[in-house]
């Protein structure tokens, strides 16, 4: 019996902290693939020579990459007709605040742009787990370089 109680008891005190550890390594893992998104667009933007745009939907919780000019889809539950891939953030998870071109914006999808000289609008993108914690993602607008800024 006494084993049992001790063994219940140290449960109690690993089991917070696992958790906390699985939260955070979800989080690295959204913050990671949307970043690699971003670094993915760039590089398509300057093979192909047409502006390509990461839109980002905070309503979904979802993002994708689209046309800068005209893009294809405005209505994410359209993706699969429309021959587009969706990503979302993992349950729990939401954009935070987002910058484009130096400007706080509010709409429900926003889009950051990438042009064929590599360069971008530029932008930050914050995504937060359910206690307000997270990490945000910098676009630097002469580069088009993503980064990942605690």
Known sequence: ???LTIVGIAFA???????????AWRLQGAVRELTTLMK????QTIARRKPLQVILD?????YWLDHADAPVLSDPDRAAEKGIRLSALPAGFRFGEIVVGGVRVEQEQVGIPFF??????GGEVQILDDRGKGYRIGVDPLTGHARIQP
């Open 13 to 23: 005190f690993v089991l917070p902290a696992l958790e906390r550890g699985l939260r």
């Open 58 to 62: 905070r309503s979904r919780k979802v």
């Open 40 to 43: 993915f667009t760039r590089t």
């Open 1 to 3: 019996m006494v084993v």
């Open 116 to 121: 064929p000289k590599g360069n971008s609008t």
